[in-house]
């Protein structure tokens, strides 16, 4: 099935062919998903049990007969991947990989439900670490599955044929950023963000490209993500505001009507068209938004546009997982204006 995005960049695959008409943001995911492989951010052999079990969850059919070549390499079983569906009874799975399919699970269907217990018994498993990795990794799967699903990017393999699938390699240019030494869990974000500190860099530059290095307009994806945190129940998400979007124009009564009903409001009709992109991505990706809404985001931001901000709310979406998922932010956090990612300090 081609995706109903009308244009193509160049490509082997129909994912890089619709995410590659955002080339610098496409570089910079393939940097990022490239490192979610190293064994330092997780067993590969656990990651792949979790990213087929997340596509099952999200429904990303055709995800299911992929295999990852590290999880393959590190010794991926089929007969492991015939009983995942009765992951958590089967004989096959020990404690550490139970832990870990059940965190997987429950960050997919509704983080808030993830509890201490939940996070420490992976902790206990692997390591705080690899907690952060596999989250980070569970956010990967979940909000790009949703992101082929949502652009109806088919398959390019036979349906029901066992694909590998080659993850890349890091971006050699990028200097490596050294692992911290001891690290504060308790310090909630600092120590989210030093647990795994490369990857985290590679995110940030992603995160960076796709608000400073874009084609959409700051306050329509600020939409998409104000959006997405009502739904998701980060707080910190809800809370802060991004400088550009501010500046060019975001008011907080414009994002007061980033609510329930807001197809009655004076919201512009390409703001209206964000939020249905964004309610369809969260809430029915399999069938993606409504053909007028397709026709109006195609209208008002083009084929690049539309990507970026589907791609905007798979990383919105992830992140606010796992703050919510790991706790890494306090429920009272004020409403303030931040810099906005990739700029240094909110313009003049």
């Avoid at 979610?36 to 299911?64: K, N, Q, T, Y």
């Avoid at 799967?141 to 992101?147: A, L, Q, T, V, W």
């Avoid at 796992?322 to 700029?343: C, K, R, S």
Wanted: charged share 25%; hydrophobic share 45%.
């Amino acid at each position: 099935m081609a995706s109903w995005v009308p244009d193509r960049a160049p490509g082997t695959t129909e994912f890089g062919r619709v995410f590659g008409l955002r080339a610098n943001l496409f570089a910079h995911y393939r940097d990022f998903y490239a490192r979610l492989w190293d064994p330092g951010v997780m067993d590969p052999v656990v990651l792949e049990l979790c990213r087929i079990r997340v596509a099952h969850l999200v429904g990303v059919d055709d995800a299911l007969s992929e295999r990852s070549r590290p999880a393959l390499d590190g010794g991926l079983s089929e007969d492991a991947v015939a009983e995942l569906p009765s992951w958590t009874t089967s004989a096959r799975f020990d404690e550490t990989t139970r832990a870990c399919l059940g965190f997987a699970e429950q960050f997919v269907l509704d983080p808030s439900g993830l509890r201490s217990g939940d996070r420490a018994a992976v902790r206990s498993a692997v390591g705080y670490r690899k907690l952060v990795g596999l989250a980070q990794a569970v956010a990967v799967f979940d909000g790009f599955s949703r992101f082929r699903l949502v652009l109806g990017i088919g398959p390019d393999h036979d349906g029901g044929a066992v694909t590998v699938v080659d993850v890349g390699q890091p971006d050699a240019s990028v200097p490596e950023v050294a692992a911290a030494g001891d690290i504060d869990a308790d310090d909630r974000a600092g120590g989210f963000s030093a647990a795994q500190p490369g990857l985290f860099a590679s995110f940030e530059r992603l995160y960076g490209v796709l608000w400073s290095g874009g084609v959409v307009d700051h306050p329509s994806k600020e939409v998409a993500r104000l959006r997405n945190a009502r739904v998701t129940g980060c707080r910190f998400c809800r809370n802060v505001r991004f400088a550009r979007a501010r500046h060019d124009g975001l008011t907080e009564e414009l994002v007061d009507l980033v609510a329930d009903g807001y197809e009655t409001t004076d919201l512009s009709d390409a703001h209206k068209a964000v939020i249905g992109l964004a309610d369809a991505f969260l809430g029915q990706p399999r069938t993606g938004p409504d053909p007028s809404t397709r026709e109006a985001l195609l209208d008002q931001y083009g084929s690049a546009g539309t990507v970026e901000l589907v791609a905007g709310l798979a990383l919105f979406m992830g992140f606010s997982k796992i703050a919510v998922a790991l706790g890494a932010f306090p429920d009272d956090f004020p409403t303030m204006v931040i810099p906005t990612p990739g700029e240094p300090a909110a313009p003049a």
